[in-house]
């Protein structure tokens, strides 16, 4: 079975340009996490999404949005980017929510200019 | 206090021989706990998960977890120098089980030595 898949896997932007970021979760897994992760530090939660529902939301500004689409997919999108927004941005599925394990997909890495 | 921490390493061990890999975590009330591997250059991958004090052995494997302490450890048997990696500790803090929030610690970064 395909694992979690996102796309693209690199990206290069300036700064103030917007970015869409894609996962698409394991199959019969309903939950969708966004993280982002920095060189040298653990990934830090962005959003989660359950059943097509933001169901938790980690202290990122509002140029971060995201949403899930029927088909569990989901959509991370940054607005507005700053050079700090370079990181590896990794998407996470599982099952449900709650305590469920969670696997990540290979990323997308996000270079801003 | 930061809300899970790990000796960032590198931690040295030869092959063959047994890493532990530490974790602390600050919430009280954290019920589930991960580890993760990840390699440079690539993603987390989960290796255990851990819901109840104790041990769990899983192949080379075991996660031990003692809450009363806000503990939980890695321990690789026999290590090899392919599981030279970054080790991340996770904890999902207690949201009422609303969210998969997982909360990660700096990781620890394992070299076995040949």
């Known amino acids: 079975d395909a694992g979690v898949t996102q796309s693209p896997t690199h990206l290069i932007k300036t700064r103030g340009q917007h970015v869409t970021l894609r996962c698409s979760p394991i199959?019969?897994?309903?939950?969708v996490s966004w993280y982002q992760q920095v060189l040298g530090q653990g990934p830090q939660f962005i959003f989660q999404?359950?059943?097509?529902?933001?169901?938790g939301r980690g202290n990122f500004p509002d140029r971060f949005s995201a949403r899930q689409f029927p088909n569990y997919s989901s959509e991370l999108n940054v607005n507005a980017l700053l050079l700090g927004d370079s990181a590896l941005y990794l998407c996470?599925?599982?099952?449900?929510?709650?305590?469920?394990?969670?696997?990540f997909g290979d990323g997308t890495r996000l270079s801003i200019l | 206090q930061k809300e899970v921490e790990q000796n960032s390493g590198p931690l040295s061990v030869p092959e063959g021989a047994i890493a532990s890999l530490n974790c602390t975590y600050s919430?009280?009330?954290?019920?589930?706990f991960f580890w993760y591997r990840q390699y440079s250059g690539k993603s987390p991958e989960l290796i255990m998960f851990?819901?109840?004090?104790g041990d769990k052995e899983d192949g080379r494997f075991t996660a031990q977890l003692n809450k009363a302490s806000q503990y939980v450890s890695l321990l690789i048997r026999d290590s090899q120098p392919s599981d030279s990696a970054t080790y991340l500790c996770?904890?999902?803090?207690?949201?009422?089980?609303?969210?998969?929030?997982?909360?990660f610690g700096t990781g620890t970064l394992l070299a076995v030595q040949p």
């Open positions: 996770a904890v999902n803090p207690p949201y009422g089980g609303a969210t998969n929030k997982l909360i």
């Open positions: 999404y359950y059943e097509k529902e933001e169901r």
């Open positions: 919430d009280r009330g954290s019920q589930s």
């Open positions: 996470a599925s599982s099952l449900a929510q709650g305590d469920q394990p969670q696997h």
């Open positions: 851990i819901y109840s004090n």
């Open positions: 199959s019969g897994h309903k939950s």
